[in-house]
């Protein structure tokens, strides 16, 4: 099965933190996706990576920045927190020559920003 | 551009009775369709997807779905609800390498 992890499961972190959201996926898929979730819009998309080095804007960028060093390693970055990034973030990957374009979840970061 | 309207951001059933989520989508090429479920406090989880094969389309869980091009609907349907259907669901639309694009939701509720 394919496992795509999140390294925490809920954070609370304080206006103007830098913070991190790790995930990593372990199917050697090309194609890793950061989502946000918020009651009622549900998920809209912040950044994608279709490769290693390789980082796409999606819908919503601004206020965050991702890493993606190595292949099974895509990492959110909020250089400085604000209440209004209090959300559910949601980590997905999929392999490039998935015709169906399918992703695989990992089971979310809920964050609190004071 | 492609989208996704789910109407409905609420839907209460009771159960034995018929689930029916409705789904509409907008896209200028042939889409890729897909309906996830989310229970509390977990990720999404694949019910079912179409990818222009047949399109009425059997998922997990006795979930199925229409694709009807005419109308530009994707709506999911189960005969017979169950206590355990109870989440939030979300239909999601791309045209294959393309990020997927989601519905805001509908949330399930299921009464005994």
């Known amino acids: 099965d394919v496992k795509v992890t999140q390294s925490s499961r809920y954070l609370v972190k304080r206006t103007g933190e830098k913070v991190f959201l790790e995930c990593v996926q372990d199917m050697d898929h090309e194609n890793m996706f950061w989502y946000r979730q918020d009651p009622g819009l549900g998920l809209r998309l912040i950044y994608f990576s279709y490769d290693v080095k390789m980082k796409e804007k999606g819908d919503i960028p601004e206020g965050y920045s991702v890493s993606r060093e190595k292949k099974e390693r895509f990492s959110l970055i909020l250089e400085s927190a604000s209440t209004n990034q209090t959300s559910m973030y949601l980590c997905?990957?999929?392999?490039?020559?998935?015709?169906?374009?399918?992703?695989?979840f990992g089971e979310g970061s809920r964050l609190t920003v004071l | 551009a492609q989208s996704v309207t789910q109407l409905g951001s609420h839907v209460s059933v009771s159960e034995g009775a018929l689930v029916l989520l409705r789904c509409n989508y907008s896209s200028s090429v042939p889409p890729y369709l897909f309906w996830y479920v989310q229970y509390p406090n977990q990720g999404l989880q694949l019910l079912l997807k179409y990818t222009s094969a047949a399109t009425l389309v059997k998922g997990i869980n006795g979930f199925e779905a229409e694709f009807k091009k005419s109308e530009t609907s994707f709506h999911l349907t189960k005969p017979s609800a169950h206590m355990s259907d109870a989440a939030e669901y979300f239909c999601a639309v791309n045209s294959g390498n393309t990020p997927l694009v989601f519905g805001k939701g509908t949330r399930l509720s299921v009464i005994a």
């Open positions: 997905a990957s999929r392999p490039t020559d998935a015709n169906t374009g399918e992703l695989f």
